[in-house]
């Protein structure tokens, strides 16, 4: 069969198989060409999921009759001024989203730049262009979408589906621009000029309200900056559906962003929940790639494990401040009278029985300089001092409620502790701080592997050695481990295979890092007080003491949370107090 070229109306329609997936896609393009125009205020209207119409309408700065009729010719762009690639400062770039579009629907479009006499309108189908009424901005109308192409049209989902992910790509661009804003079907609105929490409520829902910790971290060394809003580790959903990432403030799905968001929260919640978030990542427009597909939601970094490492540095901090360095509102000052204690050490408290999760494991040995199983009392140092005027966030101990919970009075709320959680978080970061004790191996443990996944294991050797695991390559296909973490007695090759998967699907490895926190996670939930052990009021009041000043003191290592205050005037309501 002899070589020919592709005629142009089949060229678009292979282009718009790549770029318009969906009326969703159609929407994201047609929203990001009105950002690039300049304009502030969008109008999306859709019907039927975006079959019989897509309209978009911008007050941007429209186009003349020359630019309109480049519009929709392949790779015609206003957005390339120094044709450099690498520097791409616009949502847009390509040039092949109109002509994509055009070339699988009805489209028309009118225009007006304010400086022609009228408005034009551009017939997409039969390319003609003739003067319009319109008179400010830009309008697109999309009608009968993939009409042209009937194989796509029947994989369309339900009308209500398709118009649930148009809602969500407006939902993304509306949390990327807050400064301007956007009507869809004159039901869901996005007012202009939102700060950043009154947006993310506009778009996540009013639950997360005074749930949100704030984000403002740039590190001068590599020229990037971390900021927005992540939702305390006991607001999560059950799905990423509220996780809205952005490079340079383009939305992006990336597996570098999404896998450090998870390791932030790897000891403060469950794997299978998910915090919220709007998280913005200024970084060089040199060091990120975003010409990686047509959809323009992937980029790749020049450096990787850096920028992740950077955004899981920068969320753990924020996560990890300690209720004295995040006051609670509303606690007032203890009055003059309370005796208090400064300061109070909670050590680990004898059970009567030890459960360990492993009876075959000393976790102890896993640590160096752990403490001890304890053979005596709670030791509490109590000294009293009535001028002492000091700020108390999780109140005086009232009681203990059915051996589970610690009862306690913060100013005018009532404040309710899970003893168990408190003090399996206390235990979690105790052991959190010990150097992780290695074993060498008289005989290395060699691994067989491919020799790509040898490769990739090597590329994050460094990685795994700050997990205590000391490898090297064997040969071109296989890996040997030299030293390991003490009595860490598992498949080490299902492991190290594991571990290259990971790290050829994105580019790094939390493995190692996820089984050290479930050995710590079940060491310390084993070794803490338990539900329906009685404590005094001494070792309650000192448990109280100590969570208030452990990081991430807020949840348990499962994500349960481990306090729980009730306004007083709440409790006024349960008995009709006015």
Same mark, same amino acid.
């Given at each position: 069969?002899?070589?020919?070229?592709?005629?142009?109306?089949?060229?678009?329609?292979?282009?718009?198989?790549?770029?318009?997936?969906?009326?969703?896609?159609?929407?994201?393009?047609?929203?990001?060409?009105?950002?690039?125009?300049?304009?502030?205020?969008?109008?999306?209207?859709?019907?039927?999921?975006?079959?019989?119409?897509?309209?978009?309408?911008?007050?941007?700065?429209?186009?003349?009759?020359?630019?309109?009729?480049?519009?929709?010719?392949?790779?015609?762009?206003?957005?390339?001024?120094?044709?450099?690639?690498?520097?791409?400062?616009?949502?847009?770039?390509?040039?092949?989203?109109?002509?994509?579009?055009?070339?699988?629907?009805?489209?028309?479009?009118?225009?007006?730049?304010?400086?022609?006499?009228?408005?034009?309108?551009?017939?997409?189908?039969?390319?003609?262009?003739?003067?319009?009424?319109?008179?400010?901005?830009?309008?697109?109308?999309?009608?009968?979408?993939?009409?042209?192409?009937?194989?796509?049209?029947?994989?369309?989902?339900?009308?209500?589906?398709?118009?649930?992910?148009?809602?969500?790509?407006?939902?993304?661009?509306?949390?990327?621009?807050?400064?301007?804003?956007?009507? #869809?079907?004159?039901?869901?609105?996005?007012?202009? +000029?939102?700060?950043?929490? @009154?947006? *993310? %409520? $506009?778009?996540?829902? &009013?639950?997360?309200?005074?749930?949100?910790?704030?984000?403002?971290?740039?590190?001068?060394?590599?020229?990037?900056?971390?900021?927005?809003?992540?939702?305390?580790?006991?607001?999560?959903?059950?799905?990423?559906?509220?996780?809205?990432?952005?490079?340079?403030?383009?939305?992006?799905?990336?597996?570098?962003?999404?896998?450090?968001?998870?390791?932030?929260?790897?000891?403060?919640?469950?794997?299978?929940?998910?915090?919220?978030?709007?998280?913005?990542?200024?970084?060089?427009?040199?060091?990120?790639?975003?010409?990686?597909?047509?959809?323009?939601?992937?980029?790749?970094?020049?450096?990787?494990?850096?920028?992740?490492?950077?955004?899981?540095?920068? #969320?753990?901090?924020?996560?990890?401040?300690?209720? +004295?360095?995040?006051?609670? @509102?509303? *606690? %007032? $000052?203890?009055?003059? &009278?309370?005796?208090?204690?400064?300061?109070?050490?909670?050590?680990?408290?004898?059970?009567?029985?030890?459960?360990?999760?492993?009876?075959?494991?000393?976790?102890?040995?896993?640590?160096?300089?752990?403490?001890?199983?304890?053979?005596?009392?709670?030791?509490?140092?109590?000294?009293?001092?009535?001028?002492?005027?000091?700020?108390?966030?999780?109140?005086?101990?009232?009681?203990?409620?059915?051996?589970?919970?610690?009862?306690?009075?913060?100013?005018?709320?009532?404040?309710?502790?899970?003893?168990?959680?408190?003090?399996?978080?206390?235990?979690?970061?105790?052991?959190?701080?010990?150097?992780?004790?290695?074993?060498?191996?008289?005989?290395?443990?060699?691994?067989?592997?491919?020799?790509?996944?040898?490769?990739?294991?090597?590329?994050?050797?460094?990685?795994?050695?700050?997990?205590?695991?000391?490898?090297?390559?064997?040969?071109?296909?296989?890996?040997?481990?030299?030293?390991?973490?003490?009595?860490?007695?598992?498949?080490?090759?299902?492991?190290?295979?594991?571990?290259?998967?990971?790290?050829?699907?994105?580019?790094?490895?939390?493995?190692?890092?996820?089984?050290?926190?479930?050995?710590?996670?079940?060491?310390?939930?084993?070794?803490?007080?338990?539900?329906?052990?009685?404590?005094?009021?001494?070792?309650?009041?000192?448990?109280?003491?100590?969570?208030?000043?452990?990081?991430?003191?807020?949840?348990?290592?499962?994500?349960?949370?481990?306090?729980?205050?009730?306004?007083?005037?709440?409790?006024?309501?349960?008995?009709?107090?006015?």
């Amino acid at each position: 069969m002899p070589v020919r070229v592709l005629p142009d109306f089949l060229v678009n329609q292979i282009a718009a198989g790549e770029v318009v997936e969906r009326p969703a896609s159609v929407v994201k393009e047609l929203v990001e060409n009105a950002l690039d125009a300049g304009a502030d205020e969008i109008v999306i209207d859709v019907v039927d999921g975006g079959r019989t119409l897509i309209s978009v309408i911008d007050n941007g700065s429209g186009m003349s009759r020359d630019d309109l009729s480049r519009a929709i010719m392949r790779h015609a762009t206003s957005k390339l001024p120094d044709d450099d690639l690498q520097n791409i400062t616009y949502m847009g770039f390509r040039g092949e989203a109109l002509p994509s579009i055009a070339s699988v629907s009805d489209m028309t479009i009118d225009t007006y730049n304010g400086a022609d006499e009228n408005g034009w309108c551009l017939n997409c189908e039969s390319g003609e262009i003739r003067p319009s009424a319109w008179a400010a901005g830009t309008r697109i109308r999309v009608e009968n979408l993939f009409r042209k192409t009937p194989a796509r049209l029947k994989f369309l989902r339900s009308d209500r589906a398709e118009m649930m992910s148009v809602l969500d790509t407006v939902k993304q661009l509306a949390m990327a621009r807050g400064d301007v804003g956007f009507t #869809l079907n004159n039901k869901w609105r996005f007012p202009k +000029n939102q700060d950043i929490e @009154q947006r *993310v %409520a $506009t778009v996540m829902g &009013d639950d997360v309200v005074g749930n949100m910790l704030p984000v403002d971290v740039a590190s001068a060394s590599s020229n990037m900056r971390l900021r927005g809003l992540i939702s305390v580790p006991t607001l999560r959903r059950a799905s990423s559906v509220d996780q809205y990432l952005f490079v340079n403030n383009r939305p992006v799905k990336d597996k570098v962003l999404v896998s450090a968001l998870r390791a932030a929260y790897m000891d403060v919640m469950h794997a299978r929940e998910f915090p919220l978030c709007a998280l913005y990542l200024d970084i060089d427009s040199r060091a990120v790639d975003v010409n990686v597909s047509p959809a323009k939601t992937e980029v790749h970094f020049l450096e990787p494990n850096h920028v992740r490492s950077f955004i899981i540095k920068s #969320l753990r901090d924020v996560l990890a401040k300690t209720m +004295n360095e995040n006051t609670v @509102q509303n *606690v %007032a $000052t203890p009055p003059n &009278d309370v005796h208090s204690a400064t300061p109070i050490h909670f050590n680990i408290p004898p059970t009567g029985a030890w459960h360990v999760a492993d009876k075959k494991t000393n976790f102890d040995n896993i640590f160096n300089s752990i403490p001890s199983k304890p053979n005596k009392p709670f030791e509490v140092d109590l000294k009293s001092d009535a001028d002492t005027n000091i700020d108390l966030p999780l109140g005086r101990v009232i009681g203990q409620i059915g051996k589970k919970y610690i009862l306690a009075q913060a100013g005018e709320q009532l404040v309710i502790i899970d003893q168990h959680a408190a003090h399996e978080r206390i235990t979690y970061e105790k052991l959190r701080r010990h150097t992780i004790k290695t074993q060498p191996l008289l005989t290395p443990i060699v691994v067989n592997m491919r020799a790509e996944d040898v490769m990739a294991i090597i590329s994050i050797a460094d990685e795994l050695h700050n997990s205590g695991l000391n490898i090297g390559e064997f040969g071109e296909d296989a890996i040997a481990i030299f030293e390991k973490p003490a009595d860490w007695d598992m498949d080490w090759a299902s492991v190290l295979h594991d571990i290259a998967d990971e790290v050829r699907a994105n580019g790094h490895s939390s493995e190692l890092n996820e089984k050290l926190h479930l050995k710590l996670a079940n060491y310390a939930c084993h070794h803490s007080v338990r539900a329906g052990q009685k404590l005094d009021m001494a070792q309650m009041d000192a448990l109280l003491r100590d969570i208030e000043n452990t990081t991430r003191g807020g949840e348990c290592n499962h994500g349960r949370p481990v306090y729980k205050f009730i306004p007083l005037t709440e409790i006024d309501g349960w008995f009709e107090r006015s």
